[in-house]
Structure formats: structure tokens, C-alpha cells
């Protein structure tokens, strides 16, 4: 019997993404509605790309085998 092919998780390959290095970076929560009551400052932070914490990142590479 043949082994069976790991599939990629849709919802995580939506939110996540490997670097050329192998890092797993994702985007930031706080930055979809509301926006006016935070500063600019704030807002400019929360668009950048962040690496995932050392704790789940062998839980969201095994839903991303391909990348």
C-alpha cells in the first residue's frame, strides 16, 4: 500500500509563508478595524511581517510541507 501525500493546510498557507532562509513569518494581528483610535506610529508597526515564536513554529511548518 502506498504511503499516503501530505497536503497543505489552505487556512495556514493563507496566514503564514517561509522566507528563503526557512524562517516562518506571518502577519499581525490589531491592524483590521478601529484604526483611527491608534496612532500612527502603531499602525506602521503592526504592517510589518514578524517571524513566528520558536514555540509553534514546528506546529505550522508540518501544515506547510510543501513551502
Known sequence: ????????H???KKRFHRTGTG???RYQAN?????TSKRPG???RLSRVVAVAPG????IAR???RS
Do not use: W
Request: hydrophobic letters at 40%; a positive charge.
Open 1 to 8: 500500500m502506498a504511503k499516503q501525500k501530505l497536503k497543505t
Open 10 to 12: 489552505k487556512g495556514v
Open 23 to 25: 524562517k516562518i513569518m
Open 31 to 35: 491592524k483590521r478595524h478601529i484604526l
Open 42 to 44: 502603531r499602525k506602521r
Open 56 to 59: 509553534d513554529v514546528y506546529r
Open 63 to 65: 501544515l506547510l510541507p
